[in-house]
């Protein structure tokens, strides 16, 4: 390889049906090109991989001796996948994307080192392989993840996501545009998924309705995105939301973004991901971007991103 190679992830945003889908349900998850990880690979004496963002440096001995860290998972089954030793490069990873505020950052990571360890063997991996080798590392930070973020974020492309159903990417050829804001809340994925699933056992009709529900609201979103209908869209966003709190994974902080944003003239507005924190989407149009970025900053979101389908430009 050159000695020096630079590759990118981005990050994702499920637009619609987070939760329903663990329970078959679909939902449209899409890439925010914008934001993204970066992994630079050099060669070097050993293996090893540098995390800019946290200073953090792990050689070949570290990471084998962290069994069920998503780091040493993912270099292991790449390694395995490539039937290789570790090839001796420095990967140095930076990313945009926060942690662990539903935007994927883990899943970027884990691509952006799966694909420069390909690299160094001046190989690539089909995207098919790296969506697994990342799922497997999801895995160990989800416990029964759906498969939606690995997947958006591999193939850089929106997909309409069902678990039981062959991969479904789509293009968005009219222009949507977006703000994420962030609550500053952490939550842990697993932690709402596993509430759910406790709600769901104590009443499956009930319950088992609202993923229905949010089943077919994803359907007309997905037509919504193909046919450029922006007033549906929001509107769906909208229904989506209620029925996620209902489900409890909207927090207070979310409920004042949404309801902010709302206010300030987005067409819809939801949170995003796994929820009780972390980070809300709400769909805007040119008219209303700037006042609804500035009621998410007033109304305490701790960052605010613009963003647009499709991307005006990805990155490296
Ligand atoms: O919090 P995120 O963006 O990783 O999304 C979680 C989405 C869920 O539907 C709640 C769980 C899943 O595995 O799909």
Do not use: W
């Amino acid at each position: 390889m050159n000695d020096i190679q630079t590759l990118s992830a981005p990050a994702k945003i499920i637009l619609l049906g987070e939760h329903a889908v663990v329970y078959n349900q679909p939902a449209i998850a899409i890439p925010v090109s914008q934001i993204r990880a970066y992994a630079t690979t050099k060669v070097s004496e050993q293996f090893s991989i540098v995390a800019q963002n946290t200073g953090e440096h792990f050689d070949l001995q570290t990471l084998n001796n962290q069994i069920d860290n998503a780091l040493s998972s993912i270099v292991r089954n790449t390694l395995e996948q490539l039937n290789k030793p570790a090839p001796n490069v420095t990967i140095s990873i930076t990313s945009d994307i926060p942690v662990a505020s539903g935007l994927g950052s883990g899943a970027a990571v884990s691509t952006v080192i799966c694909k420069s360890i390909a690299l160094a063997y001046e190989t690539e991996l089909p995207l098919e392989t790296i969506n697994e080798l990342v799922y497997q590392v999801e895995k160990i930070h989800h416990g029964t993840p759906s498969g939606i973020d690995n997947t958006v974020i591999v193939y850089e492309k929106p997909v309409f996501y069902k678990r039981s159903e062959p991969l479904n990417l789509f293009e968005v050829e009219h222009h949507f545009e977006f703000l994420i804001a962030d609550t500053g809340d952490k939550a842990l994925t697993h932690i709402s998924v596993g509430d759910v699933r406790k709600l769901y056992v104590s009443n499956k009709e009930k319950y088992g309705e609202i993923f229905s529900k949010i089943g077919e609201l994803v359907l007309f979103g997905r037509k919504a995105l193909l046919s450029g209908n922006r007033m549906l869209l929001g509107t769906l966003l909208n229904q989506n939301q209620d029925l996620l709190r209902q489900l409890t994974v909207s927090s207070e902080r979310l409920d004042q973004l949404v309801d902010s944003a709302l206010n300030a003239g987005a067409l819809g507005a939801k949170l995003s991901g796994g929820g009780r924190g972390g980070n809300m989407i709400a769909l805007v149009d040119h008219a209303s971007r700037e006042d609804v970025h500035h009621a998410l900053v007033a109304a305490g979101a701790k960052n605010v991103i613009s963003f647009s389908l499709p991307p005006e430009n990805k990155g490296i």
